[in-house]
């Protein structure tokens, strides 16, 4: 078996990513993941741990955490999605993504612990998703990883990745998203993504809406686990819910010193330390909240033997890299480019553009999943001055004149562009941009793909650097 042979496997099941929804038994859902690992030896079992959950920020906090791990001298791993150009990006090991030798190596391996599962009509059929996770974390121990940081692709109760006993579990920020399978309110997706919490462990979050904290609570108590809280220094969302003695205080606290262009200095207060100038090169204020949930759980998992050092956790932090979230690639008029893809994360990107590059004007490329919350995103975007719209290379995009539809009725001030494709789009948009202006294009991960491979192609070298395979139109 060759890698796109590897690749076609893997991607012939269903898959929700590129599909949208399927229908299965959620109940068989850890029992059938659990199954494969146990043929495959249980890997999982064979290094510590830590579980990422979270509607947005999960994987810069993942980043983190993990950059700072190798900066100590652990062999750290990494399971992330989705990926922007190669399926690789999914799986690394010290920072160094699979290979595709590698990935075909071992992917006959699970295929036939997958088809032994399968062949006993115990359980319905695998997604792509389950069988990466597998694969993932059978990659983790043949390389003879000490710490993997895991991050759950959808919720994390019913998660292929809730197999794994952590020994931190980490909720990030918490919105709308995907809620035909999470639910329709904040404590409902928030009781989801709290599934991961396990009896007497530990759970650091950096959530804010009061109804989000208390559903997480409620798992909390009835795991008899114990909750950590991060939050902004300047003020507590949930103080009522304290006050109350209903949720904690907030025991990680930071502040922003100051910040020049995407390089944020500030500094967090811990239950016992203060650590000052700490820097990351990473833009918004929520990148902030991320670095500090990344703090959070460090300290907890040197309580419990994984060491790191304060130096370690400064070049860590100043040399994390996470592309496609407030991603330079482009000056005058400056191209940003950003994975934002609900209406509170698109609301936040739209902030911190403002804040960071005080734009004359502000324009947008725009494509996103034809099952999200087409009209908030919209919403969040209506102070653009112009917006381009396109259909990214994904069978779940929404179509032009949907956008057009949503934009005509949510922002019909926007002056709306159309274009076939990204790179028409992008083309466009730099066309009606001056100079001093800023063009986002966002919407999706995967058009964020897109643009960082326009930028590679005409010579930026940032968006190159990042790009190590491409599998993706």
């Not at 991607?11 to 929804?21: A, V």
């Not at 006993?120 to 990659?139: D, K, M, N, R």
């Not at 239950?271 to 204020?285: M, V």
Request: with cysteine; charged share 20%; proline share 4%.
């Amino acid at each position: 078996m060759n890698y796109q042979e590897a690749l076609a496997y893997i991607y012939g099941f269903s898959d929700f990513e590129r599909g949208g929804r399927y229908t299965r038994n959620p109940a068989e859902n850890l029992p059938r993941e659990a199954r494969l690992l146990e043929l495959l030896g249980n890997p999982q079992q064979q290094y510590t741990k830590t579980h990422v959950a979270g509607t947005k920020g999960k994987g810069s906090t993942s980043a983190m955490i993990e950059r700072v791990l190798r900066e100590a001298g652990i062999r750290t791993a990494l399971y992330t999605q989705p990926d922007l150009h190669t399926y690789r990006e999914r799986m690394r090991v010290s920072g160094r993504l699979i290979s595709e030798e590698e990935m075909a190596q071992l992917v006959p391996e699970v295929k036939a612990a997958v088809e032994k599962v399968q062949a006993s009509h115990e359980f319905g059929p695998f997604i792509t998703y389950e069988v990466s996770t597998a694969l993932a974390l059978l990659y983790f121990w043949r390389q003879h990883v000490q710490h993997a940081i895991i991050e759950v692709g959808i919720g994390g109760r019913l998660d292929a990745t809730n197999v794994i006993e952590p020994l931190v579990s980490v909720i990030a920020s918490i919105s709308f998203d995907h809620m035909e399978v999470l639910g329709d309110t904040l404590g409902k997706i928030a009781t989801e993504k709290a599934g991961i919490i396990k009896p007497h462990g530990v759970v650091v979050t950096s959530a804010q809406s009061p109804e989000a904290l208390l559903a997480i609570a409620r798992v909390q108590q009835q795991q008899q686990a114990r909750m950590l809280r991060v939050g902004s220094a300047d003020g507590d969302p949930a103080q009522a819910e304290v006050d109350a003695g209903r949720l904690p205080p907030l025991h990680y606290r930071y502040r922003l010193q100051h910040r020049e262009g995407e390089q944020q200095c500030f500094t967090v207060w811990t239950p016992t330390y203060t650590y000052a100038d700490l820097e990351i090169p990473l833009a918004g204020a929520y990148q902030l909240e991320n670095a500090t949930l990344a703090l959070a759980t460090l300290e907890q998992l040197r309580e419990r033997g994984v060491y790191w050092d304060e130096s370690a956790l400064r070049a860590g932090f100043r040399a994390v890299s996470w592309p496609g979230r407030i991603d330079v690639v482009g000056h005058h008029p400056t191209l940003v480019v950003d994975g934002a893809h609900n209406a509170d994360s698109m609301q936040k990107l739209m902030q911190a553009i403002r804040a960071t590059f005080e734009p004359s004007r502000l324009l947008a490329v725009f494509s996103v999943a034809r099952d999200k919350d087409i009209a908030g995103i919209v919403h969040a975007l209506a102070d653009c001055e112009s917006v381009v719209l396109t259909e990214m290379h994904s069978p779940r995009a929404a179509s032009i004149a949907m956008l057009e539809a949503v934009f005509q009725e949510y922002a019909p001030h926007v002056h709306v562009y159309t274009a076939p494709d990204s790179s028409q789009a992008i083309e466009l948009a730099h066309h009606l941009a001056g100079r001093d202006d800023v063009i986002c294009v966002t919407g999706s991960i995967y058009l964020a793909g897109e643009a960082l491979r326009w930028a590679a192609a005409r010579g930026n070298k940032r968006a190159a650097q990042a790009i190590e395979g491409i599998d993706h139109p």
